[in-house]
């Protein structure tokens, strides 16, 4: 098969059967999201996103695109904007790893660094990336390009609803039992969660927060800091539905670093830490007792370990 550009290489993700980490009963699968050409979960928005401005006319052709990331969305962007031939300019928080900002460059991306408000470096809070949108918001009006604003543009939660949810739909066959997933912009946790309930109601969904920063479970945030970069902000996203969500799982950073090294080690998957934490918050699902028999839990490795 050939494919006409990098951006038809988005989405079709193969679904990984984590049977060295779960053995039973039941199943955990995991969607390989990283195995994409920006290598990570984010090229399926910022595709559909630029496509969607491209079709309606919001973003002409040649017009520079901005946005706020914290580099995988940036990557995404980079790959379509490569294509289609879009300059891109992004801002990221500082705290980010510098190897995203060494990919969006190599893709050649503008990356504006902008300085953490009370975070610290591989630890990103909610502060820092509001002043990381503020800073792109007023780059984009100041040079009248268009702005990606994932954390609103409707693209992004539909895709995963439309091909995301029916790929592992698909690829599964018959039930799935439970969805998890960590919460960034939040569009792969509902839009894939809105396919699943539409297939069957009784899919059991739940988000993963960092512990200490879970504000969908509804607890006081009392550690912003923590290691699941691209996730767990501090506030429900601007389109956060509660409804889809059955449940909130936490997961803690010494966890996820451990659960990172057993993927790599025991499954050959060099991911990401929210990654890592998808997969903890699964095996405490699939442990609780709340699934009977032998449940299918479905899952997502959000990035390559390579990012960090
Ligand atoms: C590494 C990583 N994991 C998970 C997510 C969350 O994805 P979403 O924004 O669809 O909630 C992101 C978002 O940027 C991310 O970068």
């Not at 559909?48 to 946005?67: C, F, H, Q, S, Y």
């Not at 996820?256 to 790599?264: F, H, K, N």
Request: hydrophobic share 45%; glycine share 12%; net charge neutral.
């Amino acid at each position: 098969m050939i494919l006409a550009s990098a951006l038809d290489a988005v989405g079709g993700t193969p679904m990984i059967a984590l049977d060295r980490i779960h053995r039973g009963p039941g199943r955990l699968l995991a969607k390989a999201e990283f195995m994409q050409p920006g290598g990570s979960v984010k090229d399926r928005a910022a595709r559909a996103i630029i496509v969607a401005a491209r079709v309606d006319g919001r973003l002409r052709e040649g017009m520079t695109v901005v946005e706020m990331t914290s580099g995988n969305m940036g990557a995404g962007l980079a790959v379509a904007c490569a294509t289609l031939g879009h300059p891109l300019v992004v801002m990221m928080s500082a705290g980010n790893s510098p190897a995203r900002a060494r990919m969006l460059e190599g893709l050649g991306a503008e990356v504006h660094l902008i300085e953490q408000v009370d975070g610290q470096p591989g630890q990103v809070t909610g502060a820092d990336v509001a002043a990381a949108e503020a800073a792109a918001r007023d780059y984009a009006a100041r040079r009248g390009a268009f702005y990606v604003d994932q954390f609103h543009a409707p693209e992004g939660l539909a895709v995963h609803e439309r091909e995301t949810g029916q790929e592992i739909l698909r690829q599964v066959g018959g039930r799935v039992d439970a969805w998890v997933a960590a919460v960034g912009s939040g569009c792969t946790f509902m839009g894939v969660a809105r396919a699943l309930k539409a297939a069957s109601a009784a899919t059991i969904c739940a988000a993963v927060e960092p512990a200490g920063c879970r504000p969908l479970a509804g607890e006081p945030v009392t550690k912003p800091r923590h290691l699941i970069q691209g996730t767990g902000y501090g506030s429900a996203p601007p389109h956060w539905d509660p409804r889809l969500m059955d449940l909130s799982l936490a997961v803690e950073d010494e966890a996820v670093e451990s659960m990172r090294r057993r993927l790599a080690r025991e499954e050959g998957l060099y991911v990401g830490y929210s990654a890592a934490a998808n997969v903890c918050g699964a095996l405490a699902l699939l442990g609780s007792g709340r699934l009977a028999g032998e449940p299918t839990v479905v899952t997502v490795l959000c990035d390559t370990g390579l990012k960090y």
